[in-house]
């Protein structure tokens, strides 16, 4: 049975995220550079190859099953950028400066451009150990539009950015439990967990 593993990411946003969605499974989960292990390098197109790439890293260097998530906000008018680079799509600062810049990066990229089609993507894979020749692989996406001017003081990254039409609120307006059921991140983890379930590696 899973009862710990680490989690490969040095995002605090997403491993509040991952807390709440694991802990009522009986996962603990450890951050990985709590436990010294710097971040992977990602140097792949896609968000698999990454999220793959992040999650032998962490298991290596920890010998604990990890779980890594490779995700971002493709925009239709500008061919699926910021994509894999969303994290750094603006110069490289630190914090929530350097969510600030990669925000106004993308509204100043769609200045005059009609089409604000968006999708949020997310990758998760969880291996059990390094060379695990069975990765569990979930994919989530999440469909809205880029605004200009940001609303909402919860989430990070694009949130503030991030409309949802269907229910006239940005991502960040969103309280965590909601966002925690139609997120992006949300669908690939029912997938991750559904998955688990039939390997029968967490508890019911």
Known sequence: MLSQ???????PGKRREFDRLLAPLGVSVLDQASLGVDPAPEPYTTFLENALTKARHASSK???PALADDSGI??????GAPGV????????????????????????????VTDRQAMYVAILVLVLSPDDPLPIV???????????Q??????????????????????????AAQ???????????????????ERVLIRE
């Open 62 to 64: 920890t010998g604990l």
């Open 138 to 148: 979930a994919q989530g996406s999440w469909t809205g539009q880029v605004i200009d």
């Open 150 to 175: 940001p609303r909402g003081e919860h989430g990070f990254g694009y949130d503030p950015h991030f409309l949802l039409p269907e229910l006239g609120l940005t991502a960040a307006e969103l309280h």
């Open 5 to 11: 593993l680490v989690l490969a990411t040095a995002n």
């Open 85 to 112: 680079h969303s994290a750094r799509f603006a110069e490289p600062m630190t914090g929530l400066a350097q969510d600030k810049a990669n925000n106004q990066k993308l509204v100043a990229s769609l200045n005059g």
């Open 179 to 197: 966002k925690n059921e139609i997120s992006h991140r949300a669908q690939a983890m029912r997938i991750l967990i559904n998955t688990l379930r």
């Open 74 to 79: 493709c925009v239709s008018a500008l061919s």
